[in-house]
């Protein structure tokens, strides 16, 4: 099946400096990524949708400025939290779809802490 | 209110039993329902994918089954490994923007 990776997979931050998660679809185009946040028991929260050469699309109440998104090829989408604060520690998951159908492969997951 | 409801939260079972979970959804109009196996600290696989016309679909030892309908859903896992401990979600897809509704999911726990 179609492969997702994002990197990295664990990453510990100090309080108010930028950590980027990458996500990459490895053996299949991607004209659309999508980045989600999930808290311990509960379900993916979708934040943004990450369309190849366009912004991206964000959920109402996700801060555009504080999570940058972008998408420059078919097979890369990156999310940027700024100045990280401990609330942003969480576990954030992209997903790709690839042009061909809509099926959604989802990469491993990144777990941030901020301290 | 979450349009995927799953129950239950979360169920303990012996090694080799059979066990169901529950899907009961209302994301209308209906593309497709998945459900994905979802290991600790990882991200979610996908078990098995149904669309409106298919009633059952097994992988292995998972069975999904889907009532349109009703707009409910179940995964059955038989013969239950320690390995199938896990955390399953039901995801169901719209068909007009293939936009993803994703329950809170069933944590499973296989107890030797």
């Known amino acids: 099946g179609a492969v997702v990776s994002q990197h990295p997979s664990r990453v510990i931050c100090k309080s108010g400096t930028s950590v980027k998660i990458e996500c990459r679809s490895l053996?299949?185009?991607?004209?659309?990524m999508f980045w989600y946040r999930q808290f311990p028991k509960q379900s993916l929260m979708l934040m943004a949708t990450?369309?190849?050469?366009?912004?991206?699309?964000?959920e109402q109440g996700v801060e555009k400025d504080k999570f940058l998104i972008n998408h420059a090829s078919l097979t890369l989408s990156t999310l940027t939290v700024t100045s990280a604060h401990p609330e942003d520690s969480s576990f954030y998951i992209c997903s790709a779809t690839p042009t061909w159908n809509t099926e959604a492969f989802f990469g491993q997951g990144t777990r941030l802490t901020v301290v | 209110k979450n349009q995927v409801e799953q129950s239950p939260q979360s169920l303990i079972i012996l090694e080799g039993k059979n066990c169901t979970l529950q899907?009961?959804?209302?994301?209308?109009?209906?593309?497709?329902l998945r459900w994905y196996k979802q290991d600790t600290g990882r991200g979610p696989v996908s078990l098995t994918i149904?669309?409106?016309?298919?009633n059952t679909k097994s992988n292995g030892r998972y069975t999904a089954t889907l009532d349109a309908d009703t707009k409910q859903s179940s995964l059955h896992i038989t013969a239950s490994q320690l390995s199938d401990s896990a955390s399953y979600i039901c995801v169901v897809s719209r068909s007009n923007d293939y936009k993803l509704s994703f329950g809170a999911g069933t944590t499973v726990t296989v107890r030797a």
């Open positions: 990450s369309n190849e050469g366009s912004k991206a699309t964000y």
């Open positions: 899907c009961n959804y209302t994301v209308s109009p209906f593309s497709n």
């Open positions: 149904m669309t409106f016309s298919e």
């Open positions: 053996d299949f185009q991607a004209t659309t």
